[in-house]
């Protein structure tokens, strides 16, 4: 009934359409959709069958939910029951998640642990937020999730069940939870803390992503979102090195630094085991000058094996037994290339016969490696 119900709410989408338009408009808007042919495909019965019950289930939300109301479930990703229990808990979770992120700014976080936790215990009550399997023992998970410790002590005995917990309970039904209420709160107009300020209003991008990545040190976190998926290797990295940086800007000049390059430099850094894929990501995500793509143009020289091609004709570039050989549209070879072309290039090249026959025009798409050195 869950999908059902969000099935709906994104058809209609945020259009406020009358209790009476029901009908026309989800018509208007299944009109030659995958749904309507599928129907033509089965008998009379059948098809007034489905036709009532999405017609007969639409009207049962419209009669139980308010348009503004609507289109927070449709943003949230909710049916209409789940719609109701987050409305139930929205006033104290909005509080709790502006209480989150404000610890978070200031580095509390005991206090961000709490009302983190107080979120969850709110909204883990009910699907689709309800994790499964669901530990005894899931705050302290928890709690040792959000301070970047390692979990193989506390979740002996139950690998299995805590590792399933925390991808899908915490990495991805509480954020879910967490994002849900903010959409929530901004279509249905709520106003939170002592200041009476919209839920937008406050500092909101720190919980979501400190619950997602299992550490509460912004650094650590990015550096997590970006790619490098070691979670006790990242934390370590940024603090051996006291990174503090919060923009993606700033993490690739940090990438770039000489003191991160005298960290890297040492065998087992950030540790043994992660040795390889941090030195993988560091040169996928602030590669040198030369592994920059851009366009690179160049004129080569070529040895013709009969009459030079026409000026302007395309030609291909081909390794064959360790020789560049530039062939014609057609695929014979008819030339080649007078230089060290890189067989392992990266990049995409284009080539045609320059207004001296005795060279190609070379426009490169790539990093800095169409030659041999």
Known sequence: MATLDTAILSLIGEA??????????????LQSS???RRLLRVDDASRAAYRTTLLTRSRYIWAHSTAVRRRGYFLAGLGLEAGHALDAIAPEANNLLILANAALAVSDDEAAIAAITGIAERVFGFYPFAPDPFPANWRDILRCWLLGQPLAAMVSG???DALQF???????RLPWAMEALRVRAAANGDVVGIFSLALDDHELGLAVPAVETGTMNRAASILIQAGFNSRLAAIKAVTDTAATFTTGAELRAWLRSPDLAAWSSQPDWPTAETRAIWLEFIQEFAPSDNRTWARRDYLGNVQWFAAPAPAGTPVSLFHRNGQPLVLAPDGHAIGLLQHPLNPTRRGLVRASVALNVAQLNLSYLGPDDLWTV
């Open 16 to 29: 406020d359409v009358p209790d009476d338009q029901i009908e026309v408009a989800l018509d208007n808007i």
């Open 34 to 36: 995958l749904w309507q």
């Open 158 to 160: 139950q690998e299995a």
């Open 166 to 172: 925390i991808e899908g309970g915490l990495v991805y």
